[in-house]
């Protein structure tokens, strides 16, 4: 099999001892930030790329060390759920349902163990299922037009309105923002310059490293200084994690489900992990029905949404890599970084630079074992930087995000630029808009707009030309049937939580 | 993260006819500016479709859907209490400061100042902010001026110079 020999030749690359290096340091410093309350992927990858450019990074090992960051944020989020309430991050909202009752049961070490091999499962599951299905959805792509490309962007925004958000009007207003956005700076086909107002620095459009780690980190900080931290934090008995590896025996058909439908939710663009979680959680607990006991510390309640959270991390690459359409925040981040190495993900790239493609692939399998040899023997480690005090912590975070974009350009302007992003991404917070669309549209409204207008001169100016093609009226028709899911999706979680 | 939480933001959420509606007409108005300012863009020879069609076709909707949140408020999540916002905005002054001094006292400097400071306002007693400021700021200087080669801005009145 042809994907066999590319993979094989992944592994001749990802197993060079530098990257795998950098695998072990993104796995590790990915486990720290994921575990710390409320710093989750999507900051914590925001917060790594400055770091990647300053390293000065070839494509591949920046890719590498980002992932590897990516793929340890989504097995350290599970540890600050289970042992303080408190999710690290969206994702693994779900494992503190029953995670912590089991943490309070002095069955937390077990709850780790057990969450990081079903993590584990869920990553490698659904890194297989990126070897699999990402050449298939390549040679699908290979045949798409600019008139299909546009259609898959306005797919990508409908979905990650549809689905990820309690409210379409806020999220579709967030995506449009993101598009007006992109569209400052000098017009790449016309020269002119669009909504500049003579600042020169904004001739090369708004820096999407900049507002991404505005939107994400300083808005962040914002929150947190919402109220006092003075309390202390509190002492944590774990226990071993060992047990955790025999349970996970006992859990193996709600851990394949789960990845299952992790997977799934994944590789659809905008679902991304938390549906993941969300879902397996939720039709575990109706597989069960009696048998499982659910909300009260269940293992099986740990292991569904953690086998689910993981492996949709790894389905949202499927997208992301093969069409260049990121299916969840931090796959746009990922996106962003590729953007700015001037490498264009979609089918071309796995034409034309298979090593590093696979390479990549093959790094999610190597960081994957690795995670899991750090997690179960070092959980008790990763777990005493929750003691860290939050005033060490914070403006740790606000530092490292000055330095790593001032050293961007050297740009003092880029600096206020993030603060104003942070503001911007605060208080769409607070109004319930979505940040992650407004990264997205920054993020792609520019390929759009090319694409809409190669599209256009194709056509002569005939606008018909954008939904001429099957492929493009069967992704409209794919983007409104998912529009749909979320509304029902939307409505089932009121009912849920009233 | 929690700003697409559905879940946990049920605790913490309010209606909010006054948050919604005023970001509703700032919105609004942002659409209009842009719709109006797109005219401006000169189309190209040869183009079928011009620098401002874009933004136009973007605004469009963000205008519609600023409208329809005007008339349809939704939720918010809670605003921050004053003592809240005094603290956010101390940080914000902060940082604006230290970008700004950034060059001119050199990285080192404006640093170890701002570090301390920073700390110190994340609710720190001054001995803890002055230690974990100054271990803070050595800490970066020496990861990005040694670990990562990137020549950060001197002290000016040191000479040499980067």
Known sequence: METLAFLAQGFAVATQPEFLLLALIGCAVGTLIGALPGLGPVNGVALMIPLAFNFGLDPTAALILLVSVYYGCMYGGRISSIVLNIPGDEPAMMTTLDGYPMALKGRGGEALGLSAVASFVGATIATIGLTLFAPLLVDLAIKFGPAEYFALFLLAFATIGGVTSGSFTKSFIAACLGLLLGTVGIDPVSSVARYTFGTFELYDGIDFIVALVGLFAISECLVFLEQRHDADKPHIKLGSAWPGMKASLSCKGTIGRGSLIGFVSGVLPGAGASLGSFLSYMLEKRWLGSKGDFGNGDPRGVAAPEAGNNAAAGGALIPMLSLGIPGSGTTAILLALLLSMNITPGPLLFAQQPEMVWGLVAALFIGNIMLLVLNVPLVGLFARVLQAPSWLLMPMVVLIAFVGVYSLNNSPFDLYMMLAFGVLGYVLRKLEIPTVPVVLGLLLGGQMEFNLRRAMSISGGDWSILVNSGISIGIYAFAATLIVAGAVYAMLLKRRLA | ?162
């Open chain 2, 1 to 162: 993260m929690s700003q697409m939480s559905d879940l946990d933001a049920h605790q913490d959420r309010r209606p909010a006819q006054v948050g919604d509606r005023l970001a509703g007409a700032v919105l609004l108005v942002l659409a209009l500016g842009a719709w109006w300012h797109s005219h401006s863009f000169v189309t190209g020879f040869m183009q079928p479709v011009g620098p401002g069609a874009f933004p136009r076709l973007v605004s469009l909707p963000l205008a519609a859907l600023a409208a329809y949140l005007i008339l349809r408020p939704g939720f918010n999540e809670r605003w921050p209490d004053r003592a809240g916002l005094a603290r956010q905005l101390a940080v914000l002054l902060l940082l604006a400061a230290y970008a700004g001094l950034l060059e001119p006292l050199g990285f080192l400097p404006a640093t170890l100042a701002g570090a301390i400071v920073l700390t110190r306002l994340f609710g720190a007693a001054w001995g803890q902010a002055l230690i974990a400021g100054t271990g803070l700021a050595l800490g970066l200087y020496a990861l990005f001026e040694f670990a990562l080669g990137m020549p950060l801005p001197d002290v000016p009145w040191w000479g040499g110079g980067n």
